[in-house]
């Protein structure tokens, strides 16, 4: 793309890439990873990986109240809510159950 920008009528090489590795959450504080050529599971590589993603971030700012968040987190239990759709879920089959005339508008 860029030679034919320049006016060149040359080919472009193929650009080669070569994976540096992989990298896997199992969950809170577990991972498994193989990284150039070295295997890491359980918490290093769970610790690898957040940095990497972390060093991803744009600004040192956002870094810093990253690593405070997930410093806290370490502490603590991860936080599961369960949220009941079941009401919402009838309001969705009522609707689509009864016919809405043209005249009025649909209610929720």
């Not at 090489?13 to 809170?28: D, F, I, K, Q």
């Not at 359980?42 to 990497?52: D, E, Q, S, V």
């Not at 370490?74 to 369960?82: G, S, V, Y």
Request: aromatic letters at 12%; proline letters at 6%; hydrophobic letters at 40%.
């Amino acid at each position: 793309m860029y030679s034919a920008y320049c006016g060149s009528a040359r080919p472009l090489p193929h650009a080669r890439t070569r994976s540096l590795g992989t990298m896997a959450s199992l969950g809170h504080t577990r991972a498994v990873c193989l990284v150039m050529g070295l295997r890491l599971t359980g918490f290093p590589a769970w610790w690898l990986r957040r940095t990497y993603y972390l060093f991803q971030m744009p600004r040192w700012d956002r870094r810093l109240r990253i690593v405070l968040d997930w410093t806290v987190a370490l502490f603590f239990r991860p936080d599961i809510t369960k949220v009941g759709l079941q009401v919402e879920r009838q309001l969705t089959e009522q609707m689509l159950r009864s016919p809405v005339s043209k005249n009025r508008a649909p209610t929720a």
